[in-house]
């Protein structure tokens, strides 16, 4: 692809590997006034010493100062292992009126690149892949919003968020809803998958329901419409 953001990620993942595994997420607490403002901040430190790290790995490289241009993958592969969470998931996820209706090759072709990398290899090469892979699909939500890719690279995150990889549950569960609202006729597991995590992982009884019951009401596949109208007749008699 001769994209010039492309080639950027391109660069970009051929000297990153990966980030590393986040405890499992707590329940957070209220966000401060200034904590909107701090998480902006964050994100984009984040962004700039990427981007400056990038760019001294070519300088180098052009230079041909070799040892130098080691020094920078290795800084940049560690920050990729850094545990990154979304603080606000407003500044994380894309808004829910997305209308991803065009054929865009760009963003097939990426989406084709991560689908390379997920779930693939075993201990850090795994979760090494699932990075990459997320990376990826980040990419696409970002330049390509237009494509109709996006309720499918919205499940593929939440299934990457949900992973052992990461164990981002609020992000996963998220991801999801996107994927749905995204495409309300999506025949992915997004439906029940954020229900199970409404109701197992985060003890949300309200969204768990209410998950549950968009799969009894939209679903098709039989599996799914009674593992979800089980589980809320076991709701309905629960206190």
Same mark, same amino acid.
């Given at each position: 692809?001769?994209?010039?953001?492309?080639?950027?990620?391109?660069?970009?993942?051929?000297?990153?590997?990966?980030?590393?595994?986040?405890?499992?997420?707590?329940?957070?607490?209220?966000?401060?006034?200034?904590?909107?403002?701090?998480?902006?901040?964050?994100?984009?430190?984040?962004? !700039?010493?990427?981007?400056?790290?990038?760019?001294?790995?070519?300088?180098?490289?052009?230079?041909?100062?070799?040892?130098?241009?080691?020094? =920078?993958?290795?800084?940049?592969?560690?920050?990729?292992?850094?545990?990154?969470?979304?603080?606000?998931? !407003?500044? !994380?996820?894309?808004?829910?009126?997305?209308?991803?209706?065009?054929?865009?090759?760009?963003?097939?072709?990426?989406?084709?690149?991560?689908?390379?990398?997920?779930?693939?290899?075993?201990?850090?090469? +795994?979760?090494?892949?699932?990075?990459?892979?997320?990376?990826?699909?980040?990419?696409?939500?970002?330049? +390509?919003?237009?494509?109709?890719?996006?309720?499918?690279?919205?499940?593929?995150?939440?299934?990457?968020?949900?992973?052992?990889?990461?164990?981002?549950?609020?992000?996963?569960?998220?991801?999801?809803?996107?994927?749905?609202?995204?495409?309300?006729?999506?025949?992915?597991? =997004?439906?029940?998958?954020?229900?199970?995590?409404? !109701?197992?992982?985060?003890?949300?009884?309200?969204?768990?329901?209410?998950?549950?019951?968009?799969?009894?009401?939209?679903?098709?596949?039989?599996?799914?419409?009674?593992?979800?109208?089980?589980?809320?007749?076991?709701?309905?008699?629960?206190?």
């Amino acid at each position: 692809m001769a994209n010039g953001g492309f080639k950027t990620v391109l660069v970009l993942f051929a000297v990153a590997l990966a980030a590393g595994v986040p405890h499992a997420q707590t329940q957070p607490a209220a966000g401060k006034p200034n904590d909107l403002e701090l998480v902006q901040k964050l994100i984009g430190i984040r962004r !700039d010493y990427q981007k400056t790290l990038e760019q001294l790995r070519v300088h180098y490289y052009n230079a041909q100062d070799l040892e130098r241009m080691r020094w =920078a993958e290795e800084e940049l592969r560690h920050f990729h292992r850094i545990p990154k969470h979304a603080f606000i998931l !407003d500044l !994380d996820v894309p808004p829910q009126n997305l209308n991803g209706n065009q054929n865009t090759p760009e963003a097939n072709k990426l989406f084709m690149w991560a689908m390379q990398y997920k779930d693939k290899g075993w201990g850090n090469d +795994y979760t090494d892949n699932q990075r990459r892979a997320e990376l990826i699909f980040q990419e696409i939500l970002t330049k +390509y919003p237009q494509s109709n890719k996006i309720d499918e690279v919205a499940f593929m995150l939440g299934d990457i968020y949900e992973s052992k990889a990461y164990k981002q549950y609020y992000r996963a569960a998220e991801y999801y809803m996107r994927c749905v609202q995204w495409n309300i006729k999506t025949q992915s597991e =997004a439906r029940i998958r954020a229900a199970r995590i409404y !109701d197992k992982q985060l003890n949300n009884r309200a969204k768990a329901i209410q998950m549950y019951r968009e799969v009894t009401s939209h679903e098709t596949n039989a599996q799914r419409t009674q593992e979800a109208q089980k589980r809320l007749a076991e709701l309905s008699g629960s206190k």
